[in-house]
């Protein structure tokens, strides 16, 4: 096991009922004003946006609204929201929903307090100054923005999709009520179900000269989380509404994406969200979805780097008990694929309805290596030549 840092300082309110508590919540941070920052009209249609903005006034609390975040959030909502916080004196943002309008809201608070464009960040041209502190109500189990450090923008000019991570950007206080996500689509609950289950995986994936010895702890936790939701996500399929269920999945997404499935094993790898990244600039798709599309290529692609690394996933994540470890590597990535497709998630592009062409590999590829200046993940270490690979078999 490496030595590792690991910082969770975002208090968690879980379970039925947990929303009431946002007024109070707020009020401890000692703001003057909040901006309410949410996203299309599920909000306001399921009462949960006059809720929460009851909770407000009944502690006194002074706020604005803005609304607008689709998925794949815009970095023309975020300098609005910027110019907004700065022309009513916001000193608080609360997020209300899912990881889109976190990552919005994160990015909102950088701009605010960070001198120049906001999307010099996501570039890391600049570092930020700080960030407005940010909660959440969430409202979608998924991304776990909640409790991460991580912030993902899309930039409509040339469709660019970047992330940025910063201590500064996690949530002071992550309001978690499972029976807010009870009305989400079969689609939208099993792409969110995807996502949990490949935050797990980008750092489980991590180069074998990075960490000496066995991790068995992390190793475990990590598994447990997959495991979870895994048979969480089956229940859901057929009882979406089960609480419960709801409850670990939910649990599981902020689990996944705080860090802890990473104490002791470096970095990760993370090399299937870039290659997703640039799918979701240029096709506008539901993140969790182009994950399974694209992983199961990218698993295959790099697994003879170290085979016995998702032999042991094969093994303690599905049972397969095969002693030869790339043929037990090879059953686990088909394990997973089979997973995808039991809940209605494509394992290729193609079965997103999109035919890649090859002006579209090549363009895709050179923006996910940055025009070849630099290589993507760490497990295997991809560069434009790699990366075009995956996308043309992942496209098939």
């Known amino acids: 096991m490496n030595n590792f840092n690991y910082w969770t300082p975002t208090k968690v309110i879980f379970g039925k009922d ?6 109070a919540l707020v ?4 703001c003057k004003k909040v901006l309410v920052h949410f996203g299309g009209g599920s909000a306001k249609r399921s009462g949960l946006l006059d809720r929460i903005c009851d909770s407000l006034k009944a502690e006194h609390i002074d706020y604005v609204l ?8 815009r970095l023309s909502l975020v300098r609005e929201g910027i110019a907004l916080c700065k ?9 209300v929903g899912g990881g889109s309008v976190l990552d919005s ?3 909102i608070g950088y701009g605010v307090v960070t001198k120049g464009d906001v999307w010099d960040i996501f570039l890391k041209k600049v570092e930020p100054a700080g960030c407005l502190p940010v909660g959440s109500v969430l409202t979608i189990a998924a991304a776990g923005s909640e409790m991460s450090d991580s912030s993902v923008i899309t930039n409509e000019d040339g469709w660019l999709k970047r992330g940025y991570s910063s201590e500064y950007g996690r ?16 689609w939208q609950t099993m792409s969110g179900c995807t996502d949990i289950i490949m935050h797990t995986l980008e750092r489980y994936f991590y180069p074998a000269h990075e960490v000496s010895g066995e991790n068995m702890i992390t190793d475990s936790i990590a598994e447990s989380i997959i495991k979870t939701v895994i048979k969480n996500a089956l229940i859901l399929k057929d009882k979406p509404k089960d609480y419960n269920a709801r409850a670990q999945i939910m649990w599981a997404g902020s689990l996944s994406h705080n860090g802890l499935t990473g104490c002791g094993n470096g970095t990760g790898d993370w090399a299937t969200h870039q290659i997703e990244h640039e799918l979701g600039g240029m096709f506008d798709i539901t993140h969790g979805a182009g994950l399974a ?15 016995e690394r998702f032999a ?21 990535i088909e394990a997973m694929e089979n997973f995808f497709r039991s809940i209605n998630m494509p394992v290729s592009v193609k079965e997103m309805n999109i035919d890649l062409t090859e002006e579209q590999i090549e363009t895709l590829s050179l923006k996910c290596c940055f025009g070849k200046t630099r290589t993507v993940g760490s497990f295997k270490k991809l560069q434009y030549e790699d990366l075009a690979a995956i996308y043309k078999a992942a496209a098939k």
């Not at 022309?87 to 997020?95: R, S, T």
């Not at 949530?171 to 079969?186: G, I, Q, S, Y």
């Not at 599309?293 to 085979?307: D, I, L, T």
């Open 171 to 186: 949530c002071r206080f992550a309001v978690m009520n499972p029976e807010l996500t009870a009305t989400l689509d079969e």
């Open 87 to 95: 022309k009513e004196g916001v000193d608080f943002i609360l997020a």
């Open 18 to 23: 947990a929303e009431k508590q946002t007024g």
């Open 293 to 307: 599309a694209v992983w199961g290529s990218w698993a295959r692609y790099v697994y003879k780097e170290n085979p």
């Open 105 to 107: 809201a994160k990015a």
């Open 66 to 73: 803005l609304g607008g975040v689709v998925p794949n959030p």
């Open 27 to 30: 009020k401890a941070q000692n």
């Open 312 to 332: 042991q996933l094969a093994r303690n994540v599905f049972g397969i008990s095969d002693t030869g470890s790339e043929k037990a590597a090879l059953k686990g």
